[in-house]
């Protein structure tokens, strides 16, 4: 695949989770979250940054449980 496809994920992840910090519903706040995190780790395994790979999966558990328990 083009490198340029995973910066493209990337970006598209950061822009999600940015977004989901002005939502005041949680609920949509979490599934933008959630959504980006998953953009973030594929591109994290992308560029193979062990650091990012395991801070994403964190961010998009914490996410998820946030999701399930509201």
């Known amino acids: 695949m083009d490198k340029n496809i995973f910066k493209l994920i990337g970006a598209i992840g950061l822009i999600l989770i940015s977004v989901g910090l002005l939502l005041k519903n949680r609920k949509h706040q979490n599934t933008l979250y959630i959504i980006g995190g998953v953009c973030l780790e594929i591109y994290s395994i992308h560029i193979k940054d062990t ?8 961010f998009i558990f914490a996410a998820f449980y946030d999701l399930v328990k509201n």
Do not use: G, Y
Request: net charge neutral; no cysteine.
């Open 51 to 58: 650091i990012f790979i395991v801070l994403q999966i964190i």
